[in-house]
């Protein structure tokens, strides 16, 4: 679904990652790991097309791509219904009401987003991947505000993804219990480029 050849990332004009290599099938989940700051959003934000790559390949249709990002990208005055059959009218995907029994929002429905919780907000933002009806979701670390019961909810909604063919690659520290690959990114660090004295003129 998703093919990355010899992938460099940069952020802020400095490389950050170079020579990332991956291949995603249907029914597959990869997991990214690493220390803060080592590239995990940079990498995500270039697989789904919202900054260019620094060099390498992408091969997949971004038309596949949900992406869910740190901020819940939810539309505020919107009650929780509203925001669903917004989504599902702009990609023309799935069904908001299976949306709403898997993260459990039938009681939020008729709230404004703007007045939910951090974690019932993210959870609004979660459901919104399953009404795009996109088959490769990328998400970076979907499970922050979540509570133990609201994690769990999010893990059987991937399984249930990745089971109907769909795919997943996530940026999260936690063990979702989900059967996928890690990539530890700590060895696709950019190194610097080598600093010359001589350039550095009368400043040293
Ligand atoms: N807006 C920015 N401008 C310039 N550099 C940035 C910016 N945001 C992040 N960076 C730098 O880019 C590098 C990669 O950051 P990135 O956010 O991709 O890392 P991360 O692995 O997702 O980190 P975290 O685990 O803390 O979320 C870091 O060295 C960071 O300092």
Excluded at 43 to 51: E, G, K, W
Excluded at 119 to 139: E, P
Aim: with cysteine; net charge neutral.
């Amino acid at each position: 679904m998703i093919a990355v050849r010899d992938l460099g990332v940069s952020r802020g004009g400095m490389p950050v990652l170079a020579g990332v290599q991956f291949a995603l099938s249907s029914g597959e989940a990869l997991v990214l790991r690493g220390p803060n700051g080592i590239g995990k959003t940079t990498l995500l934000r270039t697989l789904a097309r919202l900054q260019p790559p620094l060099c390498g390949e992408i091969l997949g249709d971004v038309d596949d791509i949900a992406y869910a990002a740190h901020a819940d990208g939810l539309k505020l005055t919107l009650t929780v219904d509203e925001n669903l059959a917004f989504w599902a009218r702009v990609f023309g995907g799935g069904d908001p009401e299976a949306a709403i029994r898997a993260f459990d929002l039938a009681s939020l429905r008729d709230r404004p987003a703007g007045g939910l919780s951090a974690g019932q907000k993210r959870r609004l933002s979660l459901a919104r991947l399953m009404v795009t009806g996109r088959r490769l979701w990328i998400l970076d670390e979907p499970t922050v505000s979540l509570d133990a019961a609201s994690v769990q909810l999010f893990a059987s909604t991937i399984r249930s993804h990745l089971a109907a063919g769909g795919a997943a690659i996530m940026a999260t520290h936690i063990d979702l219990g989900i059967e996928g690959r890690v990539l530890d990114l700590a060895p696709f660090k950019a190194k610097l480029p080598a600093f010359d004295a001589d350039d550095a003129g009368g400043f040293l």
